[in-house]
Structure formats: structure tokens, C-alpha cells
């Protein structure tokens, strides 16, 4: 719970940077929030892109962002890649990849998933939270290719989607993966909602996929909702990663299981001497002692250097996958 309070006064000084500062960097960000949809609520999060400034940093917290707020889009026709966080993790989880992106000529939107979040995580602990991910991505690109106000600098037919973890779960389903809920689902044991009483009668609506998305990097997902026939009409190209030790319920074999299920051969890498949250970035020093679980790494393990390899490897994979 530390370490939940932790992030979540982060994503509160985050926010508000977000909307107040202002510093000239080499890349653009700009606040974000896909409107209520029905019942479906506002989605908040950050779009990192390239502009025409020069590098610096600023802190945010105990973070250290590289852009400029609202600094104005240099370039058009730009490829959009968007981004799932892991179980109560927030649009900053992934700031590093985001950034790299944006230096290498991608838009990038990240999102805070609503119910499931630091901020928030009333869902987080339901079957909500697995239904309702890969709506919020749809939702997300709908947005930026729709309303958002820099739409027509994007390029439609090359977007791409990262996710990590839960967020991994949540690209496997949108790019085509069916999962399994068992009608004696534990997340609905003691639940009477909507989702629960509908899975109980074979009436659960069918996960929500997005054939807008041409490739997907995914890093050590959740796969205890998948089986081999999960995967069928998964048809983009994927580079899935995995730490050599897992954690937070997800295993090396899990993802092993899913690289063996998925049709096309996707580009397999397995991280030796990484645990599972060794793919968010390394921690600032204000972070560690507060939240120990997420980052701390077995020894010798440096993950400053994993994730200069990491994010080259991925700008390295959209560029080749969305030409």
C-alpha cells in the first residue's frame, strides 16, 4: 500500500506538470483525456511526439521527463504507437519507451486505465479490468485519429501497440487473442455486477479487438486467461519479451506458452537475471525505498542498460513493422 501511495502522489504532480510547465526539449508532450463515452468513462494520459527543440530534462516528481509541453508537432503522416501499463500502474510506467519513440518520429499515447490504476483501482481486482482494457485502447485510438487535435498528422494504417504485463494481456486481445473466463471465475466470486452475472450465463460480450493495430511489442503478459486456441486469428507481427524469473502472477512459462500458441513465429526475447518489473524504467532514488517490489533487481542485474537495449530494439521493430 506504500508503494501505491507512492506512485499515486506521483501521477497527481505528474498531472499537474503536465497542464502548468513548459521547458523547450527534444520532444513534445501534451496532456490527454478521451471523453466519457456513455458509461464508459474519460480516459486520462499523455501524448509524447517529435517537435523541433532541443534536448533538456525536467523533473516531475521523482521523475525525470524529456519534452516540452504542447511544444507543436514536427512532421506528418507519423506512425502512432499506444501503450498499456501493468496492474495499478499509471500513463508515466513507460515514459522512457514513450520518449525514445518520440525522438525516433512516433506519436505516442499512453493512458492511465480507468479502474485500474495508481490513482485508482477500484477495478483493479475484477473482471472488469480484462474486459474493459482493450475497449479503452479502441477508445484511445478512435480519439487520436478522430478528435484529437492533431489527428491529421498521424498516419492511419501504421499504428502499433506496446503493453506490458497486464498491459500485455490487454495487446494480445486487441490485436485478435479470445480469452477464457471459467464460469467459476474467482474474480466474481461474492460479485453480482453486470460482467459477472452475464459470464455466469454464457452471455459476456465478445472481447474487444482493433485491426487498426499492424504490430504489437508485449512484455511479460498475463496469460492465465489464454489457451493455445486464444491465438488463432492473431495475424500481426509481435516481439514478445520475457524476464528470466517473472512475477506478479506472471511466469517465464507462461509467456513460453504463448510464444508456442501464437500462428506466426513472433520475435521471442527472454531477459536473464530480470525479474518481471525489471521492463518499467530504472527507479529515482526517492522511488526505491518506497517501492522496494518495483525497484529492486537480482543482483547484477542493471537495468539502466536493459533498457537502453529494450527501446532501441523496440523503435528498431515499429520502424520495420509499420514502414
Known amino acids: 500500500m506504500r508503494s501505491r501511495r507512492f506512485l499515486f502522489s ?6 499537474g506538470w503536465l497542464m502548468t510547465a513548459g521547458l523547450s526539449l527534444a520532444a ?4 490527454l483525456t478521451v ?3 456513455g458509461e464508459a468513462p474519460a480516459i486520462s494520459g499523455a501524448v509524447w511526439y517529435p517537435c523541433a527543440a532541443p534536448p533538456a530534462e525536467t523533473q516531475v516528481g521523482p521523475f525525470t521527463i524529456h519534452a516540452t509541453r504542447d511544444c507543436p508537432i514536427a512532421g506528418t ?3 502512432l504507437v499506444v501503450i498499456s501499463h501493468g496492474r495499478a500502474g499509471t500513463f508515466l510506467g513507460h515514459r522512457d519507451t514513450a520518449q525514445a519513440l518520440a525522438e525516433a518520429g512516433f506519436v505516442v499515447a499512453a493512458i492511465s486505465h480507468p479502474g485500474d490504476n495508481a490513482r485508482d483501482s477500484s477495478n483493479s481486482n475484477t473482471l472488469s479490468a480484462f474486459v474493459q482494457r482493450p475497449a479503452d485502447i479502441k477508445r484511445l485510438v478512435d480519439y487520436l485519429l478522430g478528435a484529437w487535435p492533431s489527428a491529421a498528422a ?6 502499433g501497440f506496446f ?33 459477472c452475472e452475464a459470464l455466469r450465463q454464457g452471455t459476456l460480450p465478445p472481447p474487444t479487438h482493433d485491426d487498426r493495430i499492424k504490430g504489437a511489442v508485449i512484455a511479460d503478459p498475463f496469460g492465465l486467461f489464454f489457451v493455445d486456441e486464444s491465438f488463432r486469428d492473431v495475424r500481426v507481427p509481435i516481439l514478445l519479451w520475457r524476464s528470466e524469473f517473472g512475477g506478479d502472477g506472471v511466469s517465464p ?3 513460453a506458452a504463448i510464444d508456442a500458441a501464437l500462428p506466426g513465429k513472433p520475435e521471442l526475447h527472454t531477459v536473464a537475471g530480470a525479474g518481471h518489473f525489471a521492463f518499467l524504467p530504472p527507479c529515482p532514488a526517492a522511488m526505491r525505498q518506497d517501492a522496494p517490489e518495483i525497484c529492486s533487481d537480482a543482483a547484477g542485474f542493471d537495468r539502466e542498460a536493459f533498457h537502453k537495449v529494450l527501446n532501441a530494439q523496440v523503435v528498431e521493430f515499429f520502424r520495420r513493422n509499420l514502414p
Open 154 to 159: 498521424i498516419d492511419k494504417d501504421r499504428i
Open 10 to 15: 506521483a501521477v497527481l504532480v505528474a498531472t
Open 28 to 31: 513534445g508532450i501534451q496532456s
Open 163 to 195: 503493453g506490458f504485463s497486464r498491459g500485455g494481456y490487454t495487446g494480445l486481445v486487441t490485436v485478435g487473442a479470445v480469452p477464457v473466463f471459467p464460469r467459476g471465475l474467482r474474480l466474481c466470486a461474492g460479485h453480482s455486477d453486470t460482467l
Open 77 to 79: 503522416h507519423l506512425p
Open 35 to 37: 471523453p466519457a463515452d
Open 253 to 255: 512459462g507462461d509467456v
